[in-house]
């Protein structure tokens, strides 16, 4: 039974990424940790996990422009910065069917 919803679950996805139109995405993200080594371990592990899921989900969904930049900042006594901004669109059409489909 868990099976059958993870595949339900996995298909509903899939044709809702198909669907998702990305008009543009920006990603910042500028790190500065407690000292220098901290601040290279854990910019490591942003781009570990920024980039992929950054590649799947313009694989996955129907991307215009994007851009990622993950920046290590080894001044100290400076805070961390995030900022994303994206613009995307889907029809409202689609949502309804993937409801009724997959409700």
Not at 24 to 32: A, D, E, L, P
Not at 79 to 98: F, H, K, T
């Amino acid at each position: 039974m868990i099976r059958e919803a993870a595949k339900l679950a996995a298909g509903a996805l899939k044709s809702f990424f198909k669907h998702l139109h990305i008009k543009s995405m920006n990603i910042q993200i500028n790190y500065c940790g407690e000292d220098a080594s901290d601040t290279a371990v854990k910019y490591g592990y942003y781009c570990l996990a920024v980039y992929p899921a950054v590649s799947i989900l313009v694989r996955a969904s129907k991307c215009r422009e994007y851009s990622v930049d993950v920046s290590p900042n080894f001044n100290e006594g400076e805070e961390s910065r995030y900022a994303v901004d994206i613009q995307v669109y889907i029809r409202l059409l689609w949502i309804v069917a993937l409801v009724f489909r997959y409700g």
